[in-house]
């Protein structure tokens, strides 16, 4: 997964923190990636495209509508979550590698579609901000004991 082009949406006038808005050249297919878990925390991540659940199993059941997810662990164990729930990256970097981040995202091909919600590793971030437009950086933000990483303008000097 190769970044093509990177924007911000600032979120200017709302109290949501900035999104990276990346469009890549492809997204992996969800049967490539191989899961690790934590605790009751699913996390894979495949050319530096990110997913993951929260899934503790029976009783735990609710989420996405209790679709069932097929996905494979890092041993090749075949595993079904039924109705796990999404989570965000802040919950997950206090647990796995690589780092990552909650960005907007879609393919080159549907450049004129809508973004969808993802998550990349910090290193696809720090490469797609190289070709935003306007110069920004990733600053860390602690969040609900969480750290995050937003981005920020960055405002030349001039003394």
């Not at 969040?143 to 405002?155: A, L």
Request: glycine content about 6%.
């Amino acid at each position: 997964m190769k970044p093509i082009a990177c924007s911000v949406n600032w979120y200017e006038g709302y109290a949501n923190d900035p999104v990276l808005q990346i469009v890549v050249d492809k997204i992996p297919n969800s049967e490539e990636f191989r899961y690790e878990r934590k605790d009751g925390l699913w996390f894979a991540e495949k050319s530096g495209y990110v997913r993951f659940f929260s899934w503790h199993g029976p009783g735990n059941e609710e989420g996405y509508g209790n679709r069932c997810f097929h996905i494979k662990t890092k041993d090749e164990e075949e595993v079904i979550l039924r109705g796990p729930w999404s989570s965000r990256s802040g919950v997950m970097n206090k647990y796995f590698l690589p780092q990552s981040l909650d960005v907007s995202v879609k393919t080159e091909d549907n450049v004129n579609t809508c973004w969808c919600s993802g998550h990349v590793a910090l290193m696809v971030a720090l490469e797609a901000i190289k070709l935003c437009e306007e110069p920004i950086e990733l600053i860390v933000k602690e969040s609900h004991g969480e750290y995050i990483f937003v981005p920020r303008k960055i405002v030349s000097r001039t003394d």
